[in-house]
């Protein structure tokens, strides 16, 4: 499925996203966390309004555990999806398998878990813009709060390559531990880079701390 960005935009047709969201939910209930919504929006779609922001950038969506829960309310949306095997999925798989989907074009990619509910474009624009001022050195930029790594990480052609490569060193944050001197580690206090949603707990605490509603929708409350 795919679609197209508004033409309007600016300087970021290099630039991919892969946005993951093939995880099971086990500790929600083996619910599609994606599909959590706040303030009636699903987590999918407010992840792909603000990446959209940044200007054209391709972006791909993977799937896996409750694909055919996710995969409907991505019809109209400009992504494509591509669809994980459940017993082969790994974060470091799932970022392989987007990276490999995307086109010639992109030089620098970013990635992000979907289930960060107060991710918006400012967050996204903040880490874009880091990127395109840092070093030639500085290969990968992630945001990092309190010493704790965020998403989303923004990354150039050298680590796409490596990640293509089957570089098992991609993945939960290992390539940043592995190349210290090749990454910028942005000092932030912006909680949105690492404000997710893990468990049942997470979503009343965040709820109760935010007041704003986060909530399962019919389909599969």
Partial sequence: MTGTVDAGTKQSGDTGAVILAAGAGS???RRPKCLLELDGTALIHRQIQAIKALGEIEIVVVLGHHCN???PVLEDQPVSIVVQPEDQHSQSASVRLGVSELSAKVNNLLICPSDLPLLNAEDYR???DIFRTREPS???IGPEVA???GHPV???CQVIKQILSGDPTFGSGAWRTANPLNTQRWQT???HYIRDIDSEEDRRRFEAETKRKLQWPKAVS
């Fill in 147 to 149: 010493g704790i790594p």
């Fill in 189 to 191: 206090t912006n909680d």
């Fill in 27 to 29: 500790r929600l209930g």
């Fill in 69 to 71: 829960l996710i995969a």
């Fill in 126 to 128: 903040a880490v874009y």
């Fill in 138 to 140: 500085m290969h990968f």
């Fill in 154 to 156: 923004i990354f150039d």
